[in-house]
T-cell receptor, first 116, second 109 residues
Framework: GAVVSQHPSRVICKSGTSVKIECRSLDFQATTMFWYRQFPKKSLMLMATSNEGSKATYEQGVEKDKFLINHASLTLSTLTVTSAHPEDSSFYIC????????????FGAGSRLTVL | GIQVEQSPPDLILQEGANSTLRCNFSDSVNNLQWFHQNPWGQLINLFYIPSGTKQNGRLSATTVATERYSLLYISSSQTTDSGVYFCAGGFDSWGKFQFGAGTQVVVTP
């Protein structure tokens, strides 16, 4: 079955530093990956759509300079939280799609970011 | 955009009880998935069900696309069923989904 690996699962960083989260599709090529953010006891909010080899498409209200997304290969997308602040602390989850028409989403296990 | 409403927001069940979770959509969706988020945060896909009925063990789901709703049935609930259940509707061909707010389920021994 389709497996998506997300790393790291937990990260604690100091305010002002940058943190990179990786999302890998292990056994399939993911032309499209999605990044979500989840606040405690809340639903998942789509942040951006990442297509291999092109710029990410950000949802309204998401700062593209704060949340840098790179989808350099068909199996890897990265989310970099730049100059992190405590309000960026959250649970970040990625999902992957095999591509257009392949509508079943496979999710990574999530990454919990705590900014001190 | 599409609005996804889930009900009830919270559900407390005694072990062995049955329950039904509902998901309503404001507009047509081209696919629909139900997920269970475990206490560690991981999202587990339960069903991909744009229409019809599917069953997997004690869980089953029914989607009536023409009436824009889906139901998730939990039978003979167990404590391991505790967690948050999300439904999500897909509305484009690339797999972009809109999630509902979730139903927090607590199953007590």
């Amino acid at each position: 079955g389709a497996v998506v690996s997300q790393h790291p699962s937990r990260v604690i960083c100091k305010s002002g530093t940058s943190v990179k989260i990786e999302c890998r599709s292990l056994d399939f090529q993911a032309t499209t990956m999605f990044w979500y953010r989840q606040f405690p006891k809340k639903s998942l909010m789509l942040m951006a759509t990442s297509n291999e080899g092109s710029k990410a498409t950000y949802e309204q209200g998401v700062e593209k300079d704060k949340f840098l997304i790179n989808h350099a290969s068909l199996t890897l997308s990265t989310l970099t939280v730049t100059s992190a602040h405590p309000e960026d602390s959250s649970f970040y989850i990625c999902s992957a799609s095999r591509g257009r028409g392949a509508n079943v989403l496979t999710f990574g296990a999530g990454s919990r970011l705590t900014v001190l | 955009g599409i609005q996804v409403e889930q009900s009830p927001p919270d559900l407390i069940l005694q072990e062995g009880a049955n329950s039904t979770l509902r998901c309503n959509f404001s507009d047509s969706v081209n696919n629909l998935q139900w997920f269970h988020q475990n206490p560690w945060g991981q999202l587990i896909n339960l069903f991909y069900i744009p229409s019809g009925t599917k069953q997997n063990g004690r869980l089953s789901a029914t989607t009536v696309a023409t009436e824009r709703y889906s139901l998730l049935y939990i039978s003979s609930s167990q404590t391991t069923d505790s967690g948050v259940y999300f439904c999500a509707g897909g509305f484009d061909s690339w797999g972009k989904f809109q999630f509902g707010a979730g139903t927090q389920v607590v199953v007590t021994p």
